[in-house]
């Protein structure tokens, strides 16, 4: 812990757990350079305050109703949470700015996912700074957006899935970051005022490293005139357990405590993203096929129209002998890092993605939307520290590409690779690493901003 200095950092999430998550993992990190924290957030998935004693938490009504506060229409949450917002958000801020009996503001710290803070901030002649949770790739992407529209890319069209988009090697069409809508046009424009309204800040932080995503970051530093700071991966240094928005089931690690090393599959698809039950069976009986150990995280609310595990067949579970462990929610962290731990099925959001490729852990990808898409390409094709489930979720696939996984000779060099990355976060935190400087840059940088 550094001495302090006499400043106060205002930090505000995006309230959904793989925002909330780095964002208070940010704030620890922050606060560990000597900096107060004030976290702004909204009543809406609001973390447990009593976890961080050592930061001060202001709560805005956001008024969300009942059946609008769901992540089931993920696009249409977001909207709402922009245009409520915007006015308990100001009032909160400018009651913040205006607090003698703390330490004065040096800046704005808000996800790129709400732009609105930009002109909110500018107003009260508070600078911002963005926090992007997601990867540096990705985030490119989208902000090629408008050079893709000019050049047909959007709307995009089923018969070009599987061709390559030649301007950004090696994405093909279909991991182009968009969302399923009824309103693509209102996408783009939420797109383009997240890309805007970063490069309108004083700066970006990046929770990945360089080592990961050098030439994205390079190229961001060569688009945007702002400063650029990659200093993850953040939950290296600081857990994210205590911002969990959901009871994890720690009956996860009793479990994974008496299997073998590498022995188990570990699966889970974040806390937004949603399948139907034909593809839930799918996945069942893909694992159970594959003849190897899993812990299964189904989140009610994954398989659309159902409670929890109905759609499984009577005696599916008592079949598995022991094989397979499901549960509500894990503590992710903690089973990656588990020695029983051979392998991570996921969505590929960039939270998991990263907390995978720091624990050495190889990943089968299945992305649902936006970044996750974009992160899925890049573990299987330019870090090949993974396997892309390519046509679909049919059982015969799924066995076949955990077995690959698991127990082939493709996956040992799978697991080679993705050591090596695990390597390299590890060294990007020391204190000559490249991430460790960035943050130094980082705290001199927001001591500038008066
Ligand atoms: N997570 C967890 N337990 C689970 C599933 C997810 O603790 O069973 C955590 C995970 O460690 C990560 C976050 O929830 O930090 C999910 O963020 P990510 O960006 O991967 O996906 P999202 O939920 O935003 O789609």
Request: net charge negative; hydrophobic share 40%.
């Amino acid at each position: 812990m550094e001495p302090r200095k006499g400043r106060r950092l205002a930090l505000f999430p995006l309230p959904l757990q793989g925002h909330i998550n780095p964002m208070l993992q940010l704030a620890s990190i922050l606060h560990s350079k000597g900096f107060s924290i004030t976290i702004i957030h909204t009543n809406f998935n609001s973390p447990n305050p009593s976890n961080y004693p050592h930061f001060t938490f202001h709560f805005i009504n956001e008024n969300l109703s009942e059946c609008e506060a769901t992540t089931t229409d993920i696009f249409a949450l977001l909207k709402l949470l922009t245009i409520r917002c915007v006015e308990p958000f100001r009032e909160c801020l400018s009651k913040v700015l205006s607090d003698m009996s703390e330490e004065p503001i040096a800046c704005l710290i808000s996800d790129a996912v709400f732009p609105f803070t930009q002109a909110v901030a500018d107003s009260l002649k508070v600078p911002r700074m963005v926090l992007r949770t997601g990867g540096a790739s990705s985030f490119l992407v989208m902000a090629a957006f408008p050079f893709l529209r000019q050049r047909g890319y959007f709307p995009i069209q089923d018969s070009k899935l599987e061709e390559p988009v030649a301007e950004l090697v090696p994405l093909k069409v279909k991991d182009l970051p968009v969302i399923n809508t009824s309103e693509p046009e209102s996408f783009h424009q939420v797109v383009d005022g997240m890309v805007n309204g970063t490069k309108a800040s004083s700066g970006v932080i990046w929770n990945t490293f360089e080592d990961l995503e050098q030439p994205a970051i390079a190229a961001l530093r060569h688009q945007f005139s702002i400063p650029i700071f990659p200093i993850g991966p953040f939950h290296k240094c600081y857990s994210s357990s205590s911002s969990s928005l959901f009871t994890e089931d720690r009956s996860s690690i009793s479990w994974l405590d008496k299997r073998a090393p590498k022995s188990v599959i570990y699966v889970s698809f974040g806390s937004i993203a949603a399948i139907n039950e034909t593809e839930f069976l799918e996945i069942a009986w893909g694992l159970a096929n594959s003849k190897q150990h899993f812990l299964l995280v189904v989140r009610p609310g994954l398989v659309l129209g159902t409670e929890w595990l109905e759609p499984l067949p009577n005696g599916f579970i008592e079949n598995l002998d022991g094989r397979g462990h499901i549960v509500k929610w894990a503590p992710q962290t903690e089973v990656l890092v588990h020695s029983a731990c051979g392998a991570f099925w996921t969505h590929n959001g960039w939270n998991s993605t990263l907390e995978s490729i720091c624990e050495g852990v190889p990943m089968i990808c299945m992305p649902c939307f936006t970044d996750q898409k974009v992160n899925a390409r890049y573990v299987s094709d330019v870090w090949r520290v993974g396997l892309q489930l390519e046509k679909g979720l049919k059982r015969g696939e799924i066995e076949r590409t955990i077995r690959s996984l698991m127990v082939e000779k493709e996956g040992e060099e799978i697991r080679h690779r993705v050591l090596q990355l695990k390597d390299k976060a590890n060294m990007c935190l020391r204190q000559d690493g490249t991430s460790c400087q960035s943050l130094e840059s980082l705290v001199t940088h927001i001591l500038s901003l008066e």
